[in-house]
């Protein structure tokens, strides 16, 4: 298995460019299944899990064609042949659920395994299920799979999610654009990469109104038609970049980065002493001599603080002058992180929910171990920071969601590199 070095070493100048969203292209894609004509996604980004959403879509007998290298998604469902996403794709990535809408809103059936996913406590699809259901599918569980029906078709109904959830809004918002009549989502989840799957489905002939607003209103039409659609910018890629400079000091500039995709976590960079100025090309942060400060950090859904950036910003509140408390409300279990870099001389404390991070004047590079996605880049932002060599093992996670992270940082002045595993 690959792993990563990183060796701790001066501050960092120049220029990370940010790829289109992961999360924003994972339920782009499948948007595709609501159409018989093309869908072409500009600006995707080239991770392993758009390759797998690639494979799911395949295996349905879409054809999506990779151009330009990957930044060019063009796609098709005209002629499915298959409505069944089965375990040995799902199980690699949770957010393949999101075929469920479309396939039962287009097609009126879909058989799909339930997900796998990070370990990042229990994460249960039911709000899914319930919104369909008041759409008027008919769900069955059996033999790990949901057995979905519509057999005339979904209607228009009232859907209040109990709690904000990203995934079961872009699933119904998605079903909702082919049923009939006029559905309301209340308690929506407010992302971008909602609010860009909307812009995308009215460019289809969809009829949305209130994406990115906790109401979304969505008038059904009886077909939806081709359209080209570029991926907004990834605002945790973007995060988490910020967070190098901010790390190891010096100054870069994040191209393609936009201020409101992260107001609030630049809010608690700025109390930390980070200072962060928006340019023509996109961000540019700068961090000045001497500690950051430690801060408070609450995770929440959209505008709040995002769970993907609580563990890159506990890397940097680990040398933080004081204490700084991280309150984990998305996901329980997400402080995987913590034991690893406490393996770097960190000092966290875990109690249920929440982290406190003493901070301490330098950490130390030590062999480590990545448990997740966010928690792999955490660990590799402490390694800058470090004294001496940190090796990431198992970055396997990362190739999920960071396109050509060892370049982009290498480019900024980092000394890191990726050695191949056997
Ligand atoms: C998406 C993001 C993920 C991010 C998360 C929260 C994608 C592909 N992934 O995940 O990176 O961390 O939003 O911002 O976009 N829940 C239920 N029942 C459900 C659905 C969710 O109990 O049916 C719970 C989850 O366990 C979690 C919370 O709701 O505790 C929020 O999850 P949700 O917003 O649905 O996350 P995802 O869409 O899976």
Redesign the pocket.
């Known amino acids: 298995m690959d792993s990563i070095v990183v060796t701790g070493n001066g501050p960092l100048s120049g220029q990370i460019p940010i790829a289109g969203a992961k999360?924003a292209c994972?339920?782009l894609m499948p948007a595709t299944l609501l159409s018989d004509e093309p869908l072409t996604l500009t600006n995707a980004p080239r991770l392993s899990d758009i390759r797998t959403m690639t494979a799911l879509l395949e295996s349905l007998g879409a054809e999506v064609q990779s151009l330009q290298g990957g930044r060019v998604l063009a796609m098709s469902s005209h002629d499915l042949t298959n409505l069944t996403a089965h375990y040995d794709i799902v199980r690699k990535m949770?957010?393949s659920i999101l075929v469920l809408g479309p396939l039962l809103a287009r097609h009126g059936q879909a058989v799909v395994s339930l997900p796998g996913g990070c370990a990042i406590?229990?994460?249960?699809?039911?709000?899914?299920l319930r919104a369909l259901e008041a759409m008027g599918a008919e769900m069955e569980l059996r033999d790990g799979y949901v057995h979905a029906r519509a057999p005339g078709g979904l209607k228009g109904g009232e859907v209040e999610f109990p709690?904000?959830?990203?995934?079961?809004t872009e699933n119904a918002l998605m079903a909702a654009t082919l049923a009939r009549g006029t559905t309301v989502l209340k308690n929506a989840?407010r992302?971008p990469?909602i609010v860009d799957l909307a812009v995308c489905l009215n460019a289809m002939g969809a009829r949305i109104e209130g994406a990115g607003s906790s109401t979304i209103t969505v008038e059904g039409v009886d077909s939806l038609h081709g359209a080209t659609h570029p991926v907004v910018a990834d605002r945790i890629e973007l995060g988490t970049y910020m967070l190098a400079p901010a790390i190891c000091g010096g100054e870069v500039e994040l191209v393609g980065g936009r201020l409101d995709l992260v107001a609030a976590f630049v809010e608690k960079l700025g109390e930390a002493g980070i200072e962060v100025a928006e340019t023509e090309a996109g961000l540019k942060v700068t961090r000045g001599d001497g500690r950051v400060r430690a801060v408070d950090v609450v995770t929440a859904?959209f505008p709040g603080f995002?769970?993907?950036l609580q563990a890159q910003m506990m890397a940097l509140l680990c040398t933080a002058e004081g204490v700084s408390r991280l309150e984990e409300r998305?996901?329980e279990n997400r402080f995987m992180h913590a034991p690893e870099l406490m393996r770097m001389g960190a000092k966290i404390d875990v109690h249920g929910g929440t982290a406190t991070v003493t901070g301490v004047e330098r950490l130390r590079g030590a062999p480590v171990m990545a448990t997740d996605l966010r928690a792999s880049v955490s660990l590799i932002l402490a390694g800058l920071a470090a004294e001496g060599e940190t090796v990431v093992n198992r970055v396997y996670h990362l190739d999920r969601g960071y396109e050509h992270v060892v370049r982009k940082l290498q480019d900024v002045g980092a000394k890191i590199e990726r050695i191949r595993g056997q």
């Open positions: 999360n994972l339920t949770r957010a406590g229990a994460r249960p699809v039911d709000l899914h709690f904000v959830s990203v995934g079961a989840a992302e990469e859904p995002p769970t993907d998305i996901f």
